[in-house]
């Protein structure tokens, strides 16, 4: 019944990338889409027409995350060459970097308020950086974790980070405290759930766990798919009633979310999927592989 | 002075000083009388009246903006009288071109605007000139052609202006522009100013319609050119005589510098025609380089002119003059005198030698090679299917192979028969199965690409086959070696793309693996790796196995090491370091088996070794491999696993995402320890009580933020104490701290300070040192009565995680009474406490007897803690809340326990302190027995509960808490907040009623 729902049919293929497609994201409000990947650009699209909008170049080396501002007035990445990018969408100007990360930055995320950008690196640490002011220092640094930071989730009041070390670790800014939960898995992405009471954590076992925040209880385990050695991200449907994974051999799972039974599985790409983003409203999705190509899927 | 004076004899008179007469006067007397006017003019200088010099400045000759001979004053100039411009500011001022230009200048714009013959360059108007100075000379001398020449025979040489200017200066043809001596060009330069002020006096005056202005000035300087008129005049024009013969542009001329060389060249010329003209001609290059020897060590630099000092007074005279110097500037001529040489080597090459008439050098001719009668000039490859191939030079791409298994089987074995067979097997299957919805894949249906894919893969492997047979063939040419096959010699492994370091994510796994596979293959292929293949001592646990041969070849390899990997990431420290040690000894056992049966096959000897050192690690594997299944239970039991940090946000980061600062006015909090320790020690809780971490870690946390907040609560009590009666003194909440910790210094200080202020102090403060000694002990003594073992010197105190205890038991009905007790309690204690007050020493007598006597005082203590907490103010984790929050509440604590210890006389007021240490103690463990549902929520609240009290504390009492650290600004505030405390004091229980109601406005 749900299965109808799911977002299985693909409607456009977007092709441009050059090379692996490392992360396909959509804005906020669902309308675009940004990729990037090793061939060092970020690519904005128009997923639901399937266009190609605009290129970003600056980047040294791969960009491996980018995320959009809620106005969509500037973006943020990362990547290989250990900056933080600021650009502006319209010119395609970088207008800032931060520099700081001794290593690759694996993810950046933007607050709410587009204030400040937060990234995780390599360096098994959280930096965070001002946007408002000119400086290029990062206004915190935060170095708990013990091995590559991978994911991160910003929510108003908290930092959630992932790391290799086996840790989803939640900074609450308001309180002042770290919460540490230890999977015991590398951990590869996190996703909040849309209530935000949920992190969905994709380990290297090929699970993928889905942690209550407040207790700190696993409330539930969802295998099937292959992720042993990629950074395969996962993340809930829209609605919250499914989990939605890519696998290293091409295809999508589905998961009911509370039975943890597989409801869909579908080849999507033809080699590992690198990135599943879901739309915040819609029941649509992309997906994005190393086969440079990043996917729309729709109901 | 005046008496030695006395004593000279003056003869004669004395050469009178003429003050009067100037140096400078006589000179100029002097030069008036006309000695200096022998001086050639530019060495004269000018002067005035007075002698003194009338030019002088930075440019000699010039003139000078000094101050006696051109302006008025000594700032340089004639002082004016201040003119405000306030009436007639603004006033736009129309400049225009004569404002700056000099009279003559002005003189020339008003004039007509024309060509002027100093500006004709082409020398129209000089050669017309220059006419009627021919004619004019023709005239006065003898000719040979009697009669007026007419003009087309004799033409006047026409000169440019710079020409005419360079000769009026003294220029002559044939010599550098630039004199060697300085005074010559001085007097080249005076010479030219001359010339040309003359010159253009005389355009001036050569135009009829001449201003006015410079009309009396001409008559005298018109007879200057006149006079230089006969020195030009009787020179024949050098350009007459040198026509143009080079390839060079007009006008240039290569010698320019160098003028030696032009004789040099036209001697050269001249050479072949005539011989005789050589004398004149050396004569004249002599004439025309003034300075023409130099000396020849000596060079010139690039900068110098040729001076006099640079001849070469001892030269001969010819020795350089003879060295021939090619001429660059005719590349022609040599080439042309070549192959005149090439010309004359057939007749005779040297003097002396002949040209041989019968060479023996031949060109050796081959004749070509004869074609085969049976060949065909068209050529045939060895196999047809090689021709297919040209064309796919690009290989498809790397398609996953279709789900269908059957299809995927069918394209496959297709590929290879097509590959094998050529393309005319495809185009026949295609034919005949073409409805055949299998075969669509030959159709560019489902799974074309995997085929196209398949198919290129297979010819790729037949062409190599190919080739390797071909190469097989060629007996002589060396088997070409690619890196694979000699890998393969080598016993290198290829580089897997299979990633199964799967402890991190997908990059750095990449990088894990690759030094993996990098250490794999940089090894040796030996035998080596054969036998730990086969030796597999750990063949009931995959998993163990595996990290045994990762061990081995981390043992025997070195090289790169990627960190433990997922399967041992699991494992406890102790684990691994014991497995570690296991496995050392089965590599030990299993080499010494090696090195001593070299021979026997590996399987069997590590069968041998087995039955010998068996023992020696079975059991330990066996041990192990259980201690795994036990690490397996825990890693699912055990995870996810909760802690908690305090992490303290950067002021500006709590900014930017428009929070407040938890930390607003806090000192910078202390490093977090994050030791082996702390974790080694905690580890065991939490993995029997994985829900209790959280509250144990919150609790740790908690009491840290605590401890600023007692401290001012000490601090206050001590207040109370001073003033009352010193009933009691409030230990900070950290027990171990105050035991341990440097914080006794800071007691130390403010108690010798107290003794200063106050001699009741000074009980308090041997109190409070006693204090501390007594709750060491009595720490111990607790600890071995609670089982645990209390480290020296280890924060184990600190840590609140200790295990749910006997206390657990203590009976709750024994509540009832005590809250009756504490009910009297309060009312008794002044009286109670009182009593002590005068005797300080036997109450210090007292505390040395109560500590033998500690034995007992836990459980009372316990008891006490459960008394007070659910008599005083209801139910569990809220009461604990409020006793957090209100240190009054622990002062009614300890009325209470007074009021138990009026009974037993034995027990003092100290130990009744340390007993409320036990009390918050027992509260912590109370808190950490709540139920873990509660926990979560509990603690929410409890943060709420602690920012609004942080907050009101701040608020409440001197705003920063940085000044609660601080140990004078503690004194002054007690002093000075001392009365109403005192007042406070008093009225227990409405201070009480007063809390709860401002809870209840709060909730």
Redesign the interface.
């Known amino acids: 019944m749900t299965d109808v729902q799911l977002p299985k049919q693909k409607v456009h293929v977007l092709e441009g990338h050059a090379g692996a497609v490392l992360a396909a994201r959509f804005n906020s409000n669902g309308e675009y889409a940004l990729s990037c990947g090793k061939d060092r650009t970020i690519r904005l699209w128009n997923p639901h027409r399937g266009i190609h909008i605009k290129t970003y170049k600056a980047h040294g080396r791969e960009v ?1 995350d980018v995320h959009v501002t809620q106005d969509n007035s500037k973006l943020c990445s990362c990547g290989g060459d250990r900056q933080v990018f600021y650009w502006d969408v319209s010119t395609g100007h970088v207008i800032r970097k931060f520099r700081g990360h001794d290593s ?1 930055v ?1 993810a950046v995320k933007f ?3 587009s ?2 950008v937060v990234s995780a690196g ?1 360096d098994k640490s959280l930096r ?1 950086w ?1 946007c ?1 002011s000119r400086s290029t220092e990062s ?2 640094i ?1 170095d ?1 974790f013990l ?2 930071v ?1 994911s991160i989730c910003l929510t ?2 908290e930092i959630i980070a992932g790391s ?1 070390d ?1 840790t ?1 670790r939640t ?16 951990v ?1 992405c996190i996703s909040l759930s849309n209530d935000g009471n949920c992190i969905l954590a994709s380990c ?2 090929s699970t993928l ?1 889905l ?1 209550d925040r ?5 409330l539930q385990e969802y295998k099937g798919h292959i992720c ?5 991200d996962c993340c809930l449907t829209n609605s919250d009633a499914h989990v939605a994974g890519g696998s290293e051999d ?1 295809y999508i799972y589905f998961w009911d979310l509370v039975d943890a039974s597989v409801v869909s599985s579908f ?1 999507a790409h ?2 590992v999927v ?1 990135s599943v983003s879901y739309h915040p409203k819609e029941s649509c999705m992309i997906t994005s592989s190393v086969d440079s190509t990043v996917r729309v899927w729709k109901a | 002075m005046d008496s030695d004076e006395e004593d000279f004899v003056f003869y004669g008179t004395p050469i009178e000083r003429e003050e009067d007469v100037s140096s400078r006067k006589k000179k100029a007397v002097a030069e008036a009388s006309g000695q200096l006017r022998t001086l050639p003019a530019w060495k004269q200088e000018v002067t005035d009246e007075e002698g003194r010099r009338r030019f002088h400045g930075a440019f000699t000759g010039g003139f000078s903006a000094g101050y006696y001979n051109t302006v008025g004053s000594k700032e340089g100039w004639t002082p004016q009288t201040f003119t405000s411009s306030r009436k007639n500011r603004a006033e736009v001022k129309q400049q225009s071109l004569f404002n700056f230009l000099d009279d003559d200048e002005k003189a020339e714009m008003e004039g007509r605007v024309g060509t002027s013959m100093q500006y004709d360059t082409f020398g129209f108007t000089s050669a017309e000139l220059a006419r009627k100075q021919a004619e004019k000379e023709q005239k006065q001398r003898p000719s040979a052609i009697p009669g007026p020449v007419p003009d087309e025979v004799v033409l006047p040489v026409t000169e440019s202006i710079g020409l005419t200017l360079l000769q009026k200066m003294g220029w002559r043809h044939g010599r550098s522009i630039k004199s060697s001596h300085t005074d010559s060009l001085y007097n080249a330069k005076r010479e030219a100013r001359k010339a040309f002020l003359a010159f253009s006096f005389a355009d001036v005056d050569a135009q009829p319609l001449g201003s006015g202005l410079v009309e009396d000035a001409t008559d005298n300087i018109v007879d200057l050119p006149t006079d230089d008129g006969s020195q030009f005049s009787k020179k024949t024009p050098v350009y007459m005589l040198n026509p143009k013969q080079d390839l060079h542009g007009l006008g240039y001329d290569p010698y320019k510098n160098a003028p030696e060389f032009r004789e040099k060249k036209r001697s050269r010329l001249s050479e072949s025609t005539q011989m005789g003209h050589q004398d004149r001609v050396l004569k004249d290059s002599l004439f025309g380089f003034k300075s023409g020897r130099v000396a020849p060590g000596f060079g010139v630099g690039a900068l110098e002119d040729l001076d006099v000092e640079d001849e070469d007074v001892y030269a001969s005279g010819y020795d350089f003059e003879e060295t021939y110097v090619e001429d660059v500037e005719e590349p022609s001529r040599p080439k042309v005198e070549n192959l005149k040489m090439l010309d004359r080597k057939a007749h005779d090459v040297l003097p002396g030698f002949s040209a041989a008439t019968k060479s023996d050098f031949q060109l050796e001719r081959f004749d070509p090679p004869v074609i085969p009668q049976n060949f065909v000039p068209h050529h045939k490859f060895a196999a047809p299917l090689e021709s297919d191939n040209m064309a796919p030079n690009l290989p498809p791409h790397v ?2 192979p279709p ?1 269908d298994n059957n299809l995927k089987i069918l394209i496959e074995g297709l590929a290879t028969l097509v590959a094998r067979s050529g393309k005319l097997l495809e185009d026949l299957s295609r034919e005949k199965n073409q409805f055949n919805p299998l075969f669509g894949f030959l159709n560019g249906g489902e799974g074309h690409e995997y085929y196209a894919r398949k198919l290129w893969e297979e010819r790729q492997k037949r062409n190599d086959q190919g080739k390797q047979q071909l190469d097989a063939k060629m007996p002589r040419k060396v088997q070409k070696m690619t890196a694979e096959s000699r890998g393969q010699i080598l016993g290198e492994k290829p580089i897997e793309r299979s ?12 990088a894990i ?1 690759l030094s993996s596979n990098l250490s794999d293959t940089f090894t040796k292929p030996a035998s080596r790796n054969e036998l730990l293949e086969s030796a597999k001592p750990f063949q009931d646990d995959p998993a163990k196995q595996e990290r045994f041969e990762q061990f081995l070849k981390e043992k025997y390899h070195g090289g790169l090491r990627p960190k433990d990997g ?1 399967g041992a ?2 494992m406890s420290e102790a684990a691994r370091a014991r497995e570690r040690l296991e496995f050392e000894s089965v590599a030990n056992t299993i080499n010494k088996g090696k090195l001593g049966k070299e021979s026997i096959p590996p399987n069997e000897l590590f069968s041998s070794t087995l039955a010998t050192a068996g023992l020696q690690f079975t059991p330990g594997a066996a041990e192990l491999a259980k201690f795994g299944q036990d690490d397996g239970i825990a ?1 699912t039991s ?13 002021p ?3 900014k ?5 600062d ?2 607003m006015g806090k000192p910078p909090p202390p490093p ?1 320890a ?1 030791g082996k320790l702390d974790s080694l020690i905690f580890l065991p809780d939490s993995v029997k009580a994985p829900k209790l971490e ?1 509250d144990v870690s919150g609790d740790r ?1 908690h009491s840290r933020q605590e401890g600023h907040i007692e401290e001012g609560k000490e601090m206050v009590d001590q207040e109370i104490e001073v003033d009352a009666e010193p009933e009691n003194i409030e230990r900070p909440v950290d027990l171990y701290k105050a035991i341990f910790s440097d914080d006794s210094d800071d007691e130390a200080e403010t108690s010798n300070q107290n003794v200063a202020e106050d001699p009741q102090k000074k009980v308090e403060a041997v109190n409070t040192t006693l204090n501390r000694l007594i709750a060491g002990d009595f720490l111990e003594s607790l600890g071995k009565e609670l089982g645990l073992e209390v480290p020296t010197n280890m924060p184990c105190l600190e840590n609140k995680t200790s295990n749910p205890a006997k206390k657990d038991t203590v009976p709750i009905d024994l509540t009832e009474k005590n809250i009756n007790q504490s009910a009297n309690g309060t009312s008794s204690t002044s009286d109670a406490v009182g009593a002590d007050l005068p005797d300080p020493v036997l109450a210090v007598g007292n505390n040395n007897q109560n500590i033998s006597r500690e034995g007992r005082s836990p459980r009372e203590g316990t008891i006490d803690i459960n008394s007070r907490k659910n008599g005083g103010r209801g139910t569990g984790t809220e009461s604990y809340r409020d006793d957090v929050k209100k240190n009054r509440f622990e002062t009614e604590a300890q009325t209470h326990i007074h009021a138990k210890a009026k009974g037993d006389q034995h027990r003092s007021k100290n130990i009744s302190s340390s007993d409320d240490e036990i009390d918050r103690k027992g509260r912590r463990r109370h808190r950490s027995r709540s139920p873990a549902g509660d926990a ?1 929520s509990d603690s ?1 609240e409890d ?1 709420k509960d602690r ?1 609004s009290r942080s907050r009101k504390k701040r608020s409440s009492q001197e705003k920063s808490s940085s000044k609660r650290h601080s140990k004078h600004p503690k004194h002054r505030r007690r002093d000075s907040r001392s009365p109403s405390r005192h007042s406070r004091h008093g009225s227990e229980k409405e201070r009480r009623e007063a809390k709860r109601e401002k809870r209840k406005y709060k909730d």
């Open positions: 491996r690759e694996n607050n709410e308020y204030s400040v390599y965070v001002d408002r206004i915190q935060i708990t091995d590559s991978m108003k009041t290799v086996g989803v900074f609450d800014i308001r309180v002042g405290r770290e919460i540490s939960d230890n999977f015991g898995q590398p590869n290297l076992d766990r942690l407040s207790s700190g209880e696993l042993k050695s990629f950074k395969t091409g080849r033809d080699l690198t | 398609v996953p789900g990633l199964r370091a799967a402890n991190s994510s997908g990059i750095s796994a990449d693996s997922s990431s699991n890693t055990m995870y996810p696993k909760r802690e908690e940090f305090q992490w303290r946000p950067s500006i980061l709590c930017r995402f428009d929070l407040i938890p930390y977090r994050r959280d946390r979560s929410s943060y920012r």
